[in-house]
């Protein structure tokens, strides 16, 4: 079985920038989750969906990042535009029941200049 | 207080030794509790995960549980050069969502 594939690995832009990140989850996997590190600081919770909708967004850190699912199968997280604290590594993860481990996406690096 | 915390560490055991990883939580509410492994540049990898009190063993990793006391722990025994990595402990709270502490790095000396 695939795992999570996220793309890209490595993203470099200047502040102000857009980037989109994509995430393909396992298939059949209705949860997708997207989590976040920012340098020195723990995995933090960004948002939850099942299937297309957003079951819980109370990880966004502010309205310049916008998560979408089409048709509940990959999905895309937009910064718009990009600030210097937004620099990190995003995580995605899916699972098939919620409360279980999750299976985790290699990461995007985003680095903001 | 942080939700979830764990010693940075570096745990530096000998190869061969138990190594032991510690983790508390501050929500009584959480259920379920999992240990995740990651290398350097790499994705956390779930290597256990544990919903009762007590202990569970899987080859080499025992994780146990103790709700009454908020603690959770990883014993790795037998411990090999190649487990050498950043070790999460995570629980999920009341809406199932997975919170992290900031890990601890272990390193097991040939």
């Known amino acids: 079985e695939a795992g999570v594939t996220q793309f890209p690995s490595h993203s470099v832009i200047e502040k102000g920038q857009t980037v989109t990140l994509r995430c393909d989850p396992i298939s059949g996997h209705d949860n997708l989750y997207w989590y976040r590190r920012v340098m020195g600081k723990e995995i933090k919770f960004l948002l939850h969906?099942?299937?297309?909708?957003?079951?819980?967004e109370s990880g966004m850190p502010n309205n310049r990042f916008l998560a979408e699912r089409t048709g509940g199968t990959y999905s895309t997280l937009k910064v718009q535009p990009a600030e210097l604290e937004d620099s990190g590594v995003y995580f995605c993860a899916s699972s098939q029941e919620e409360g279980y481990g999750y299976t985790f996406g290699s990461g995007t690096r985003l680095t903001v200049v | 207080q942080k939700e979830v915390e764990q010693n940075s560490g570096p745990l530096s055991v000998p190869e061969g030794a138990i190594a032991s990883l510690n983790c508390t939580y501050s929500?009584?509410?959480?259920?379920?509790f999992f240990w995740y492994r990651q290398y350097s540049g790499k994705s956390p990898e779930l290597i256990m995960f544990?919903?009762?009190?007590g202990d569970k063993e899987d080859g080499r990793f025992t994780a146990q549980l103790n709700k009454a006391s908020q603690y959770v722990s990883l014993l790795i025994r037998d411990s090999q050069p190649s487990d050498s990595a950043t070790y999460l402990c995570a629980v999920t709270d009341s809406s199932y969502k997975l919170i992290f502490g900031s890990g601890t790095r272990l390193l097991v000396r040939p």
């Open positions: 929500d009584r509410g959480s259920q379920s």
């Open positions: 544990i919903y009762s009190n």
């Open positions: 969906f099942v299937k297309e909708s957003k079951q819980d």
